[in-house]
Nanobody, 124 residues
Framework: QLQFVESGGGQVQPGGSLTLSCTAS????????LAWFRQYPGKEREGVSC????????KYADSVSGRFTISRDSAKNTVFLRMSSLSPEDTATYFC?????????????????WGQGTQVTVSS
């Protein structure tokens, strides 16, 4: 049975850090481009970061570039999102996803498999 288990969300003060993890079962993440999306209440999901499957090339939204780092551990079948210098604007539900396309992108329609989401709240 295919399953993504996300963890690492929670509440953190502005300027703090969190690392999100997404571990898969029933699917080998190494075969897929992977991404993290976030969603604000009442808004569409937006791409935060993605990583290609072959060369490990990464892509970041302008709003998180320099603060967030995506990585993958094939041995653990896990993708990570390290978030630092967090601000209240980063408060959202974060989703991991695996794409059905060759390259990573920020188009939700390109992603076939999704995690259940984990809440990140940045507040003092």
């Amino acid at each position: 049975q295919l399953q993504f288990v996300e963890s690492g969300g929670g509440q953190v003060q502005p300027g703090g850090s969190l690392t999100l993890s997404c571990t898969a079962s029933g699917i080998t993440l190494a075969y897929y481009p992977l991404a993290w999306f976030r969603q604000y209440p009442g808004k569409e999901r937006e791409g935060v970061s993605c990583i290609s499957k072959d060369d490990g090339r990464t892509k970041y939204a302008d709003s998180v570039s320099g603060r967030f780092t995506i990585s993958r551990d094939s041995a653990k079948n896990t993708v990570f999102l390290r978030m630092s210098s967090l601000s209240p604007e980063d408060t959202a539900t974060y989703f991991c996803a695996a794409a059905s396309t060759y390259y990573c992108s920020f188009l939700p329609l390109n992603y076939q498999y999704w995690g259940q989401g984990t809440q990140v709240t940045v507040s003092s």
